[in-house]
C-alpha cells in the first residue's frame, strides 16, 4: 500500500464511528428531539420570526460545523446536531405552509419527493444506505441531508393529519405510533431490509414525537396547552440528562466489531444482529471421509 493510500486509509478510519449505535436510547432520543423541534420552533415563533429563524439557521450551521470537523462520535455533539436539524426542519416545514400559504397537502408529497430523491443520490453514489456505513465525509454528507428532509417531511406529515384531516394530535400520535410499529415488525417477523426498516421508523419518529409534543402544548385540537415553552422546557431537561448519561456511559458507542463491519460493508449483515468479529473467517464444511 503506497503512502498516499495508507493517508486514505487513515482518514477513512478516522471517520468510521461517527454515529450512535442503534439501540432503545437512541430511539428515545430522536423521538426527544423531535418534540423538542416542534415545540421550541413554535415557541420561538410566536415571539419572534426574525429571531426564530436566526437561530435556526445560525444554530444549525454552528451544530454541524461541530459534527462535520469531529474525527470520532461524540454523544453531545451529535446530538446537538439531531437537535438544530429539528429545530430548522420544523421551521422550514412551517415557513413554507404559513409564507407561501402552501397546503400540508402539497408539501407532504413535496417533501417526501425530495427526501426520496436524496435517498436516491445517496443509493446510487456510495451503494449503500446504512449510516454504519458512513466513513467519508460525503457520506456524511448524504446522511444529514437526508436526516434533514426526513424532519421537513415528518413536521408536514404530522399538520396533515392533525389539521388537514382534522384527526387531533392524540390521534395523530396513535396513527404515527402504528406507522413507527410496521417496519420494525416487518423487519423482525416479515424480512423487510434492516436499512429500509431503519429509515422508515426514522421518518415515522418525526411526526410521532411532535404529535406527542402538540397535544401537551396546543390548547386546541385535543391538546392539554400546557404551552410551548413549558414542554419545550420540561423536554429539554430529559433531554440534556440522557446525553450526558450516553456521553459519560458511552453506552451507545459502536464497538470495534461494528467499527469493522462498517469499514467493510460486506461485513455489515446488520448492526442489531451478531455477526463474526472483524477478521474472524466463517467456518469450512469439512469433506466427507471416504
Do not use: C
Not at 467493510?264 to 444482529?273: G, Y
Amino acid at each position: 500500500m503506497t503512502e498516499p493510500s495508507l493517508r486514505r486509509h487513515a482518514r477513512t478510519r478516522s471517520l468510521a464511528i461517527k454515529v450512535p449505535e442503534i439501540t432503545a436510547i437512541f430511539w428515545i432520543l430522536k423521538l426527544l428531539t423531535t418534540g423538542m423541534g416542534e415545540a421550541i420552533s413554535d415557541f420561538m415563533g410566536q415571539h419572534s420570526v426574525p429571531i426564530a429563524a436566526a437561530v435556526g439557521i445560525v444554530g444549525l450551521g454552528f451544530a454541524l460545523w461541530l459534527q462535520l470537523r469531529s474525527r470520532e462520535y461524540r454523544a453531545p455533539v451529535y446530538w446537538f446536531a439531531v437537535m438544530m436539524v429539528a429545530v430548522f426542519g420544523t421551521m422550514a416545514a412551517d415557513g413554507v405552509h404559513d409564507g407561501a400559504n402552501i397546503p400540508y397537502a402539497v408539501t407532504t408529497p413535496v417533501f417526501a419527493a425530495i427526501v426520496a430523491a436524496t435517498f436516491l443520490l445517496w443509493r446510487r453514489s456510495e451503494g449503500t444506505l446504512s449510516i454504519h456505513s458512513i466513513n467519508s465525509r460525503r457520506r456524511e454528507v448524504y446522511y444529514w441531508t437526508a436526516v434533514l428532509g426526513t424532519f421537513a417531511l415528518g413536521t408536514a406529515a404530522g399538520d396533515l393529519t392533525a389539521y388537514s384531516l382534522n384527526l387531533g394530535f392524540w390521534e395523530s400520535a396513535a396513527l404515527f405510533a402504528v406507522v413507527f410499529a410496521i417496519p420494525a415488525l416487518g423487519w423482525w417477523r416479515g424480512g423487510l431490509h434492516p436499512i429500509a426498516a431503519f429509515w422508515l421508523a426514522y421518518i415515522a419518529t418525526r411526526p410521532l414525537g411532535a404529535s406527542f409534543a402538540d397535544g401537551f402544548s396546543k390548547p386546541a385540537n385535543g391538546g392539554l396547552g400546557l404551552g410551548d415553552g413549558t414542554v419545550s422546557a420540561i423536554a429539554l431537561v430529559v433531554f440534556v440528562a440522557l446525553v450526558a448519561y450516553v456521553a459519560i456511559t458511552k453506552r451507545d458507542v459502536q464497538r470495534p466489531a461494528a467499527a469493522g463491519a462498517a469499514a467493510h460493508p460486506q461485513l455489515a449483515h446488520h448492526p442489531h444482529l451478531p455477526h463474526p468479529p472483524f477478521g474472524a473467517t466463517t467456518a469450512q464444511p469439512q469433506p466427507a471421509e471416504s
